[in-house]
């Protein structure tokens, strides 16, 4: 019987305790469905009480609608409180240059986490099955995941809600369960759900692996999917004990710890091996940004380097964390970034534009045809003459009025030349390791609504001098 197997998985991994509040998201389908009805049912012998989180994240229009509407409904025959919200997804996805995975992920917690903070919840209660399990583990080995990630989808984690010095636990209890064994409770007990038709399409990675991988897989071993689990079990059992050693020398390695900073002294760092280097590296990142989700093997590769620079150097990681090489002291905090005054102003063609607010001018004229001195297709504006900083060379026949200079804005995306597609801004100065205060200064050309030229680093692709460029406008800046 299914709900003793889940009360089993419970008290295994003591997912709850008397008088717990949890918070149980529901998408309509399968999965939450049948563990929203389990756990209506062992409330009474766990003393705990419930309430219903549903995110209507508009991916599939009125089907999305519908599917509130029924969670709604759901709520109301339980008699359980639900909190519904309705967020464009779609809309954050691409403002923030995410997979539809990824970004759907990251809209879910945060709205769980809100509803959490809001309602005062412990627990967090998902509908992640044994199939899921699987499916990840399969998933992060395509990607190149090491130990961790190949540990699967824990039964139990912890997330901090922003703001509030408030944590909640997120709880599976169907992670010892099978898809199948779901299908069969819900029919069993007549209790219908919604389907998302997405699921059953080949389009993201994890329907790939689910539709095509796994049932090929399956032909060299029909126990893949029990094989998956069990080992991701394994990993996790080993990750918790190297996670205990990592944790013994990351007290004698860290010099001073605070709420927004850490520092590590680098001597004790570097006498350790390895492989206990670099846990305790993305250790010592997960305790100041909270999570160790996007921190991987490269970043970590790059914190490495960085030990081995000579004098005072710094990089940015995701999550907006600096970490700063000094002496034998390596910090890893949050980054302050100093506001400049926000500037537009129109570029004077010809003539020179000042930008008081970052201590630059800019001259601009209009050149017949491409210099000699330029190379088509160069990736970086020229190298100046004596006394200036840098110089950009644009087909102006390409560009729309207006020309305007302004300081950098969130979400600002634009694609460098020798690059397919727009990238976002931020992300681009994370890849090229711009400094911080460099970044303070940083101005943007315009053409009409496109950023033409990051100064000082790449322009367009859209406005790069050809040969067959007949007029070309040159901006010099100058201190």
């Known amino acids: 019987m ?27 389908g399968p999965d939450s469905v049948a563990l929203l009805h389990i756990l209506k049912e062992l409330t009474p012998p766990f003393k705990i009480s419930l309430s219903i989180a549903h ?14 509407g029924y969670v709604q409904e759901l709520a109301k025959r339980l008699n359980l409180p639900v909190i519904v919200e309705s967020r464009d997804v779609p809309a954050f996805i691409k403002e923030e240059g995410l997979s539809p995975e990824d970004g759907a992920r990251r809209a879910r917690y945060d709205f769980f986490a809100r509803v959490a903070k809001q309602i005062k919840a412990d627990k967090i209660a998902l509908g992640h099955n044994a199939d899921d399990q699987a499916e990840t583990v399969l998933m992060r080995l395509l990607r190149g995941s090491g130990r961790e990630g190949l540990s699967g989808i824990p039964p139990i984690r912890k997330l901090k809600v922003k703001s509030k010095k408030l944590e909640v636990e997120i709880i599976r209890p169907l992670i010892e369960t099978t898809r199948e064994e779901i299908k069969k ?32 897989l399956t032909k060299y071993n029909p126990n893949i999917k029990s094989v998956l689990v069990r080992t991701a079990q394994l990993l996790r059992e080993e990750d918790r004990y190297l996670e205990g050693i990592v944790n013994r020398h990351l007290k004698q390695v860290i010099n001073r710890r605070g709420e927004e900073k ?81 500037f537009n102003y129109f570029l004077k063609v010809p003539g020179i534009t000042k930008i008081p607010e970052i201590g630059f001018s800019f001259r601009a004229k209009i050149l017949k045809g491409r210099p000699k001195t330029l190379k088509e297709d160069s990736p970086r504006p020229s190298s100046g003459e004596r006394g200036s900083k ?11 009025a207006p020309l305007f200079l302004r300081n950098r804005e969130e979400g600002d995306r634009f694609q460098p030349l020798g690059m397919r597609g727009s990238k976002k801004l931020k992300d681009f100065f994370m890849d090229e390791k711009i400094p911080l205060k460099e970044r303070e200064r940083t101005s943007l050309l315009l053409s009409g609504k496109e950023i033409i030229w990051v100064v000082g680093q790449r322009i367009s692709d859209k406005a790069k001098v050809t040969n067959k460029t007949k007029k070309v406008l040159m901006v010099e800046v100058k201190e």
Not at 11 to 17: A, E, I, N
Not at 55 to 68: E, M
């Open 2 to 28: 299914l709900k003793e197997k889940v009360r089993e998985t419970i008290k295994k991994f003591g997912m709850l305790s008397s008088g717990d509040r949890v918070v149980v998201g529901v998408s309509g």
């Open 55 to 68: 995110l209507n994240h508009r991916f599939r229009g009125r089907d999305s609608d519908r599917d509130a």
């Open 185 to 216: 409770y819900l029919k069993e007990n007549r209790i219908k759900s919604r389907l998302d038709a997405s699921n059953i399409e080949p389009v993201y990675l994890r329907n790939r692996i689910r539709l095509k991988l796994l049932p090929l």
């Open 262 to 342: 850490i520092t590590l002294d680098i001597i004790k760092l570097s006498s350790l091996s390895s492989p206990i280097q670099r846990r305790l590296l993305r250790e010592s990142v997960g305790l100041i940004k909270g999570n160790k989700l996007d921190i991987n093997h490269a970043h970590i590769d790059d914190i490495l380097d960085l030990l081995k620079a000579r004098g005072r150097a710094s990089l940015d990681l995701p999550g907006n964390i600096l970490v700063t090489k000094e002496y034998r002291r390596l910090s890893i905090g949050f980054k302050k970034e100093k506001k400049v005054s926000s």
């Open 390 to 400: 840098e110089k950009a060379y644009f087909d102006y026949q390409r560009l729309k």
